[in-house]
């Protein structure tokens, strides 16, 4: 049988129900060429022509969109470039850094250790090694600072729409439970704009640490007051060290690294699953599978979050056509609820676009999703270095099982703050868990 017959047929079976998409569909998905152009920019997408963005939604997201009152803007494809220090870091130490037999960087220093040529000429097994150390080292400054953020729990009842205006879900839907934290995270190493001070921050823990991470959540009641604060270490073969304060427990304990894999306050999301993925990268398997030209929605025209639907979790927004990385991660630890991920990797911002999630049972479980939103000029004369990274919005998670989803609500007041060590002893320390209480 001719292999675009085959993919024709495969193709018709993830029409048919999304919930029994297997691995190997996903797969038949990422291999598919679409046989038409995409529309041009400008072009607004109704439900009689949404068929024709299949091959350029990924797959879970793209059922999402077969409603009748759907409406897909198409936007022209945008550069996003780093701040210059990134470029220049980038540029000083090109071809120095190298993939270890056992997947870790080697010799790195700051920028992106990795160019696409290098990463086309790579075996596939290098080569993921390569997109998951340029994801990692990313242009983020010194990270990102966010207040008042908003986790927003979608069950699977439909009712009136709009359910919620304020949250701008726009759609059909319920609100199961709604929680609301603090997230800020400041990275300690590879700074590309310390060249003066060999790229890391002047402060003791940046002998050990890549960054570190601080939750607080706020509401309801019942949670306010747990604290996370999350090291990463530089030994790459390191567990990262998570330190949590129980309001109820009132002490501070240390949480397995295993325990990762686990939801968060009960949602879709796991500490691995920020911006889609955030785990580390010894903790994975990565194969390149290809390249894939993919819709996203990577600069929104809202200023807060808009979602539409059935279920209000699908974002209402512009979409543009970005150049993906594929990637194929499957976890070292045998017990991991996810079997594997399928990541697909922005080539010029390294971001994650999605996330297509396979569990033990080798069912399409989730997926997961990125809104970004763009405000920077970073080359621009005066132009300061925090103005230059895209702003995560919002992000989903959608449980294609349990036709559950969890959202993650940033809104306006993310920043990306220049950081000094006073301010950084201040904010991250295990003291501060348990600091007032």
Not at 31 to 54: F, S
Not at 123 to 150: K, S, T
Not at 203 to 208: G, K, N, R
Not at 297 to 325: I, M
Request: charged share 25%.
């Amino acid at each position: 049988m001719p292999r675009l017959l085959v993919l024709s047929v495969l193709w018709g079976f993830m029409v048919s129900s999304i919930a029994n998409t297997s691995e190997q569909q996903i797969l038949e998905w990422v291999e598919l060429n679409p046989k038409l152009d995409l529309p041009i920019a400008g072009t607004i997408i109704r439900a009689k022509d949404v068929e024709m963005l299949r091959p350029w939604v990924v797959p879970g997201l793209f059922e999402e969109l077969t409603f009748p009152e759907v409406e897909i803007t198409l936007q022209e494809t945008q550069k996003f470039p780093p701040d210059q220090s990134f470029v220049l870091a980038t540029e000083r130490h090109a071809g120095e850094s190298h993939i270890g037999e056992d997947g870790s960087l080697k010799n790195y220093s700051a920028g992106q250790p990795f160019s696409h040529e290098q990463i086309k000429a790579a075996e596939p097994e290098i080569a993921g090694f390569m997109v998951g150390w340029n994801q990692n080292h990313r242009w983020q400054h010194f990270g990102l600072d966010a207040r008042d953020i908003d986790l927003i729990y979608l069950g699977s009842k439909q009712n009136d729409a709009p359910i919620n205006i304020k949250l701008g879900l726009l759609g059909q839907g319920s609100i199961d439970r709604l929680i609301t934290f603090d997230y800020r995270r400041v990275y300690l190493n590879n700074l590309s704009m310390l060249a003066g001070q060999e790229y890391k921050v002047e402060i003791e823990d940046a002998e050990t640490l890549f960054f570190k991470e601080f939750y607080e959540f706020t509401s309801p009641h019942n949670v306010a007051g747990t604290r996370f604060l999350v090291e990463r270490k530089l030994d790459q073969h390191a567990d990262d060290q998570v330190n949590i304060y129980s309001p109820t427990e009132r002490r501070v304990r240390r949480y397995s690294a295993r325990e990762r894999a686990d939801p968060v306050m009960g949602s879709n999301f796991t500490l691995d699953d920020v911006e889609a993925f955030s785990g580390r990268v010894l903790d994975y398997k990565w194969t390149l599978l290809g390249e894939r030209a993919v819709l996203s929605v990577s600069n929104s025209e809202h200023a807060t979050p808009t979602t539409f639907g059935p279920y209000s979790r699908v974002p209402k927004d512009r979409w543009q056509l970005r150049d993906c990385y594929v990637l194929e991660l499957e976890s070292i630890l045998s017990d991991h609820p996810y079997k594997k991920r399928f990541l697909l990797i922005d080539q010029e911002t390294y971001t994650v676009v999605a996330v297509l999630v396979v569990n033990r049972e080798n069912k399409f479980w989730k997926v997961l999703y990125n809104v970004y939103k763009w405000e920077g000029l970073s080359n621009a004369a005066g132009a300061a270095p925090e103005n230059s990274m895209l702003k995560p919005q919002y992000a989903g998670s959608i449980d294609l099982l349990a036709k559950t989803a969890s959202l993650v609500h940033t809104y306006s007041k993310l920043k990306f703050p220049k950081m000094s060590p006073k301010k950084i002893k201040r904010a991250y320390s295990v003291s501060t868990l348990s600091e007032g209480r």
